[in-house]
């Protein structure tokens, strides 16, 4: 049995989830609790580094499963090398985005499939909190900070959000779906309430 908490901050991209996991470091960070922040696909690994030039387009495209078994590949070796250690030492896991995002960005078929290969491969985490953001407004704040990515378009985000959804309803982990809708503080208020419900902090 791990001695941390896993807690895993999730959603289609500029739904505010890297606003949250922020939040949710420096409130841990303020009540002297000892945490780690993580985020995938990771930027610095030998697969991680291949995704983010597939992604921008800076390197050849691939079949969009062999894309999704590689993100699989990236979060193996991320969780053995530090999610795991982490929750052997005690420490909060925050991780910025996990095996949902798999799952959500897959085809209707293809679901399950992912769902189960990351179950078996990965540790389940103790709770996931999905930021579930309407896409037109993803889009908008996407547009006005640009550097965008080949799953950046409103059509994919709209499949993405029902994955996301789809997931909360089949995955079996411990997951809410938190309204993105509102400030900051408003969301953040939202997470922080589910997480001391469970008694985590």
């Known amino acids: 049995m791990n001695k941390g908490k896993f807690i895993v901050i999730d959603g289609i991209g500029a739904s505010g989830k890297d606003t949250q996991v922020e939040l949710l470091g420096k409130y841990l960070k303020d009540n002297k ?3 780690l922040v993580t985020r995938e696909h990771t930027r610095d690994t030998p697969p991680g580094i291949l995704i983010e030039k597939i992604i921008k ?3 050849d495209q691939i079949d969009p499963q062999a894309l999704q078994l590689l993100y699989i590949s990236d979060r193996r070796n991320h969780f053995i090398k530090f999610i795991k250690p982490a929750l052997s030492e005690g420490k909060i ?7 949902p995002v798999n799952v959500a960005y897959s085809g209707e078929e293809w679901r399950k499939i ?3 290969i990351n179950q078996m491969v990965v540790g389940r985490p103790d709770l996931v909190l999905i930021i579930d953001t309407p896409p037109e407004i993803a889009i908008e704040r996407m547009n006005k900070r640009g550097d965008h990515d080949i ?3 409103l059509e994919t985000m709209k499949k993405c959000r029902d994955g996301y ?12 779906l938190i309204n993105g809708n509102g400030t900051r503080e408003e969301v953040f208020d939202r997470v922080l309430k589910e997480i001391k ?3 985590m902090l």
């Open 165 to 176: 959804k789809w997931y909360f309803e089949n995955s079996g982990d411990d997951c809410v």
């Open 57 to 59: 387009k800076q390197e």
């Open 93 to 99: 896991v925050i991780g910025n985005r996990y095996y």
């Open 197 to 199: 419900e469970r008694g």
């Open 114 to 116: 992912f769902l189960d």
């Open 151 to 153: 799953f950046d378009k």
């Open 33 to 35: 609790i000892d945490f």
